[in-house]
């Protein structure tokens, strides 16, 4: 699971406290919450999301690759993603140069509404978000920002305590870390197929512990893996389970 705890180091950074700095573990923000509609609160699970609005997460850390991201959002679930790498070596000397990217994404309705009444409830982020404190290590410079018709805002910061603001640092994480496990099984479908078995086995780990979110974005390279005669039995069929666990696939 090699690739799994580097790729959360990469995208998450450690948590460390106090004498933990001598234990190093990657972890993200808090736990992922499982269901969604538990973040905002009874209150506010049955409001509207504005029809036009904006929500923007930046990350930046220049000892990672990427070295810095940035995810767009719209209500209706259209969003873009760009990245750029930084002058960080990759994790291992073996591992896959790194790559920027810079593509068009979707976001599940259940989780993009929760997502935007976060921002709401948050105020549009017109506060402070950060509560780290000296004993929390770097993680990551991030930033939310959000604009709509009656709020905008925008907060930076490296640890925050508040449980929404965990749960959509958590599922904007997840989102960039399925795009680089896209981009890494894109390269590999093309140079060694020997290894996409091992690269889904991490990709399917981190998706079912929350460490990777909405994988339909990354729909087109697990189609072309499952069609491909050449690539071996056991990846296809975890490329296609893949599949089967996305939204567009449920709604079939």
């Known amino acids: ?51 036009v609005a904006t929500l923007m997460f930046k990350f930046e850390n220049p000892q990672l690759q990427p070295a810095k991201y940035q995810i767009t959002l719209h209500p209706d679930g259209s969003g873009h993603f760009v990245s750029a790498v930084g002058s960080a070596p990759p994790p291992d000397i073996a591992d896959l140069p790194p790559e920027g990217q810079d593509r068009d994404i979707t976001v599940s309705a259940p989780v993009r509404k929760q997502m935007f009444l976060v921002a ?37 910061y490296n640890y925050s305590s508040d449980q929404k603001i965990q749960w959509l640092t958590n599922q904007l994480l997840g989102i960039a870390a399925t795009l680089e496990e896209g981009r890494r099984l894109t390269v590999e479908h093309t140079h060694g197929r020997l290894t996409l078995d091992a690269e889904l086995e991490t990709l399917a780990t981190m998706v079912k512990e929350g460490q990777a979110t909405e994988v339909e974005n990354i729909a087109p390279i697990l189609q072309t893996i499952v069609a491909d005669e050449n690539v071996m039995t056991r990846a296809r069929r975890r490329a296609q389970d893949l599949l089967d666990s996305t939204p567009a696939s449920a709604a079939h």
Do not use: W
């Open 1 to 51: 699971m090699l690739r799994a705890f580097i790729l959360t180091l990469l995208l998450t950074g450690a948590c460390l406290c106090g004498q933990a700095q001598e234990n190093p573990q990657p972890a993200q923000e808090s736990s992922p919450t499982p269901d969604p509609s538990a973040v905002v609160g009874p209150a506010f699970r049955d409001e509207t999301v504005p029809a």
């Open 120 to 156: 709401v409830k948050e105020h549009g982020f017109a506060t402070k978000c950060d509560t780290g404190g000296s004993k929390v290590a770097f993680q990551g410079t991030k930033t939310l920002v959000y604009q709509g018709p009656d709020l905008k805002g925008a907060c930076t």
